[in-house]
């Protein structure tokens, strides 16, 4: 219901114009598909994915000799989800450890959701019984430390800071140690999310990852990259340069709720090869959903 509500936008927007479509339409035609194709594209399903996706619609028509508009629906449907769970083996799953510690890893641009998604998800994993800490690893942006602290009273968790300014690595070094001596189930740690400067993110990043690896055999178990569904065709250019500067598992989609294009989705999974392990609902606590393919994509059309 939750995942339902949160989808509301992009489905009222995306449902409208396929019935839309369907009652205008007597035959599968090639205006047909043309007219398809913009309704995919605009809901930000990205222009190789949907292209891609009309192919094969056309040769399943074909095969299943369809005429009638309102059964290419289900097709669509269909060819929806075989295209977002193909590509490669990775699992919508977090990698939790049974055993000791899980160590993951936060990365994304300033404004994304990537505290509050750390806080949501610290909530969840709360919610399983495990004992979680938060490393405050943003100690760039004015105001992030605080902000991360604020969702640790909240939820109930620790955080482990520094001083602004100081190193992300330092801070990783202490919470690590801080998560081993509490004996803590996972660290969820926060990285600054500055793009300027490229070279530079990427530096930080190898020298947190460094010090993880070092500490924890085996970490990051995930390093999760935060992308905000309401910047559309932005996210995915944001989700290439992370691609480049580090090995990232999995994509949080934020702010799902805020848009009314959430074929986001798909286009990311489809163009990056990266599983969407969560999505961002609202501003809430419990907000945070596991992504589901099937639930996502039949709800486009319910
Ligand atoms: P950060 O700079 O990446 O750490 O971003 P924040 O966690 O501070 O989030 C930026 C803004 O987006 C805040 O006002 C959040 O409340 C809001 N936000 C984060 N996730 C969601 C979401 O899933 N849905 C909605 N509607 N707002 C969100």
């Not at 995930?222 to 999995?250: C, H, P, R, W, Y």
Request: aromatic share 6%; hydrophobic share 40%; net charge negative.
């Amino acid at each position: 219901e939750k995942f339902k509500d949160g989808l509301e936008k992009t489905r009222s927007n995306f449902s409208g114009k396929m019935n839309e479509l369907v009652a205008r339409y007597r035959k599968v035609d090639e205006d047909f598909f043309e007219e398809l194709e913009e309704i995919l594209i605009q809901a930000d399903v990205g222009f190789e994915t949907v292209m891609q996706l009309v192919e094969e619609l056309k040769l399943e028509v074909k095969k299943q000799n369809i005429k009638n508009p309102a059964d290419v629906q289900t097709v669509i449907s269909e060819k929806l989800v075989e295209i977002y769970e193909a590509g490669d083996q990775s699992t919508a799953n977090l990698n939790i450890q049974n055993d000791g510690l899980t160590v993951i890893l936060f990365v994304g641009v300033n404004g994304v959701g990537k505290t509050t998604t750390i806080g949501k998800l610290a909530h969840k994993l709360k919610q399983e019984d495990k004992k979680i800490i938060l490393a405050a690893g943003d100690t760039f942006r004015a105001g992030a430390i605080e902000q991360l602290e604020v969702w640790g009273d909240r939820v109930g968790v620790d955080v482990i800071k520094q001083a602004e300014g100081s190193d992300p690595a330092a801070v990783m070094y202490d919470a690590i140690q801080a998560a081993k001596a509490r004996q803590a189930d996972v660290l969820l740690c926060d990285t600054a999310g500055r793009l300027q400067n490229k070279v530079n993110l990427m530096k930080e990043l190898e020298k947190v990852k460094r010090v993880i690896e070092r500490e924890v055999p085996g970490a990051p178990h995930e390093v999760l990259l935060v992308l905000d569904a309401t910047t559309g065709q932005n996210a995915l250019i944001q989700a290439k340069t992370f691609k480049e500067a580090t090995n990232v598992s999995g994509i949080v989609l934020s702010k799902l709720d805020g848009t009314a294009k959430g074929g986001i989705v798909l286009a990311i999974r489809n163009e990056l090869h990266i599983p969407v392990k969560f999505v961002g609902l609202g501003e809430k606590m419990d907000d945070l959903q596991e992504f589901d393919a099937e639930k996502y994509v039949y709800g486009l059309f319910s």
